[in-house]
T-cell receptor, first 116, second 114 residues
Framework: AQTVTQSQPEMSVQEAETVTLSCTYD???????LFWYKQPPSRQMILVIR??????QNATENRFSVNFQKAAKSFSLKISDSQLGDAAMYFC?????????????FGAGTILRVKS | DAGITQSPRYKITETGRQVTLMCHQT?????MFWYRQDLGHGLRLIYY???????DKGEVPDGYVVSRSKTENFPLTLESATRSQTSVYFC?????????????FGDGTRLSIL
């Protein structure tokens, strides 16, 4: 079974600075998808960014980008020009492309605090 | 409005009671999911469904029952609630296509069992 590890329970960043959240995963598969979800205090689960394992190019979405290292099984999230609204819990998630069910496997999450 | 709706948003009940959490989606997505969120564990899959009348166990199914008689509804029932089932429950849905289609989540139900 696949596992996802987020080794940073909490992170802090100054407003306008850059922060990187770590995520590693364990799988024997070659085809899969990776996601970062944001959960603000409102409890919503908001998709931040997604990455296909077959793509070498790192995904970017405005101020959010990933560093996808397939051989190292690492999928970190970089937030540039941090804003107060970025404060949230961030979850890394894995989805197999081979296994039935479209299921997501989540990491434990990282709480991001943004200081003004 | 299109989307995925969970009800109730908050629920308090007692041990031994039966409680049902509702989930309704308007996208006609084939897949639906139930997760529970607990500190230190992230979200863990309870049950999922690939279509009406097809359901499968996830990682933590014990103590839960699901049904899916209609594509748009996927209720989760705790037949005899226990304190260990105190959690935040999320319903999600996704399309039945290969690729990087994300799951779309409801706003969650916070369930407290006294």
């Amino acid at each position: 079974a696949q596992t996802v590890t987020q080794s940073q329970p909490e992170m802090s960043v100054q407003e306008a600075e850059t922060v990187t959240l770590s995520c590693t995963y364990d799988t024997s598969e070659s085809d899969y998808y990776l996601f970062w979800y944001k959960q603000p205090p409102s409890r919503q689960m908001i998709l931040v960014i997604r990455q296909e394992a077959y793509k070498q190019q790192n995904a970017t979405e405005n101020r959010f980008s990933v560093n996808f290292q397939k051989a190292a099984k690492s999928f970190s999230l970089k937030i540039s020009d941090s804003q107060l609204g970025d404060a949230a819990m961030y979850f890394c998630a894995y989805r197999s492309d081979m296994e039935y069910g479209n299921k997501l496997v989540f990491g434990a999450g990282t709480i991001l605090r943004v200081k003004s | 409005d299109a989307g995925i709706t969970q009800s109730p948003r908050y629920k308090i009940t007692e041990t031994g009671r039966q409680v049902t959490l509702m989930c309704h989606q308007t996208w006609s997505h084939s897949y639906m999911f139930w997760y529970r969120q607990d500190l230190g564990h992230g979200l863990r899959l309870i049950y999922y469904s690939a279509a009406a009348d097809i359901t499968d166990k996830g990682e933590v199914p014990d103590g839960y029952v699901v049904s899916r008689s209609k594509t748009e509804n996927f209720p989760l029932t705790l037949e005899s609630a226990t304190r260990s089932q105190t959690s935040v429950y999320f319903c999600a849905s996704s399309e039945f296509v290969q690729g990087n289609q994300p799951q779309h989540f409801g706003d969650g139900t916070r369930l407290s069992i006294l």
